[in-house]
């Protein structure tokens, strides 16, 4: 049932029983060290974006998307890096606009469709570097940044994009919004609901008349926010048009280069629509359902010093199609 056919069954700790043990035991527990080199560059609209980078062989780099409300400090982001890098590829490791510990310039910030900023990223590598082989990676939203990147390029991608691997994509925004916010999921919904008011309130600084401020106490869920702010910032009718027109799912048919989709069945943060089953449409596009893992987790308690996710990563990428 391993459509990739590159690793086996994944075994979780003992002291990781469900999903949500196996997203937030790994989040929380695990510290990796890793080296960046930082590298800002600047957006079309003069905004910036922070690029960590681990520069270890100048044929494949690997460009690592992280989730909502993440960083390239994260431990699921570094965990990858580090893992990669001692396999002698080079990795590019990106923070979402504002996400890289300094408030970005615009009114606006990231959101799960903004591809923009991953082609402004894109382009830059390819315009300064000159590498072989490049592969896209991501968790979570950065994931489904990346689906909505690709479906979106369909046969206009850079040829030295090869491949792409996706874990824990949110494929249907709406659903997995409402999803998280419901019963004891909800503490994930919270949590991210309060990070994201806080960046408004920093953003609210330095454009004093364009948020009403006030209003950020009454809002009670992801959906709420998105409705406030998200939407209206980015050119959206609301919350729901803005799924509808970012989620990864309506892209993926357009997809043309091999791509795995790695979704945990045991997943706290994805609806039942988020798991497109052995057949999802496109011959290039593969999916994965191991039924443990959690949300961006996926530790194994038979791998010592790596995860699951990572020894996946490698095989996968270096599997010849």
Same mark, same amino acid.
Request: include cysteine; charge should be neutral; aromatic fraction near 10%.
């Given at each position: /049932? +391993?459509?990739?056919? #590159? !690793?086996?069954?994944?075994? %979780?700790?003992?002291?990781?029983? @469900? ?96 591809? /923009? +900023?991953?082609?402004? #990223? !894109?382009?830059?590598?390819? %315009?300064?570097?000159?590498?072989? @082989? ?188």
């Amino acid at each position: /049932d +391993d459509p990739s056919k #590159v !690793i086996g069954r994944l075994s %979780a700790p003992l002291l990781q029983p @469900n999903g949500h043990f196996q997203t937030i035991v790994p989040a929380l527990l695990r510290f990796v060290n890793i080296q960046y080199r930082r590298e800002r560059i600047e957006t079309p609209d003069n905004d910036f974006l922070d690029l960590d980078w681990v520069v270890k062989n100048p044929d494949n780099l690997v460009i690592i998307c992280h989730g909502l409300e993440g960083s390239t400090t994260r431990a699921y982001i570094q965990g990858m890096a580090k893992y990669l890098t001692e396999k002698s590829w080079s990795i590019l490791a990106w923070n979402l606009r504002g996400c890289s510990g300094e408030i970005n310039k615009a009114l606006r910030f990231y959101h799960s469709g903004a591809t /923009d +900023d991953l082609e402004a #990223v !894109i382009q830059h590598v390819t %315009a300064n570097y000159n590498f072989k @082989n490049v592969y896209l990676l991501g968790f979570s939203l950065g994931g489904n940044l990346i689906l909505k990147y690709l479906g979106e390029q369909g046969p206009k991608l850079p040829g030295l994009i090869n491949k792409c691997l996706v874990f824990s994509v949110p494929l249907n925004l709406h659903d997995c919004c409402l999803k998280i916010s419901t019963g004891v999921n909800q503490i994930y919904g919270r949590r991210f609901l309060k990070m994201l008011k806080q960046k408004v309130r920093l953003k609210a600084a330095f454009y004093p008349n364009a948020l009403e401020v006030a209003k950020l106490d009454q809002l009670q869920d992801l959906i709420d926010f998105d409705d406030f702010f998200t939407a209206p910032v980015n050119g959206f009718k609301d919350a729901v048009d803005y799924y509808q027109r970012c989620s990864s799912i309506n892209f993926i048919d357009q997809i043309k280069i091999p791509t795995l989709i790695v979704n945990a069945l045991n997943d706290p943060f994805l609806s039942e629509t988020c798991y497109l089953g052995s057949n999802p449409q496109n011959p290039l596009v593969e999916t994965l359902t191991p039924p443990e893992g959690g949300h961006c987790g996926f530790a194994d308690r038979d791998l010592k010093n790596s995860y699951w996710s990572e020894v996946l990563a490698w095989n996968y990428l270096n599997r010849n199609e």
